[in-house]
């Protein structure tokens, strides 16, 4: 999948489904760059919130996007 068409999937996720973290855009998109992706929509006018989230178990930090 190509840059454009991850942009495009990444967009219609968070339209449809909603947030989207890397790990989801890994599983299902292959896309290993989500936040230079979520840079490029942006830079499209696309307002996206970022938000960091935390396992309260293992503590480790995970940031969520979801269209404003």
């Not at 339209?15 to 292959?30: L, M, N």
């Amino acid at each position: 999948m190509n840059e454009a068409s991850q942009n495009a999937a990444v967009l219609n996720h968070m339209k449809t489904v909603g947030p989207i973290t890397s790990i989801q855009a890994i599983h299902e998109f292959g896309c290993t760059r989500l936040s230079a992706r979520i840079a490029e929509l942006e830079a499209l006018g696309f307002e996206i919130d970022k938000e960091w989230k935390k396992d309260p178990l293992t503590g480790k930090r995970w940031k969520e996007y979801r269209l404003r």
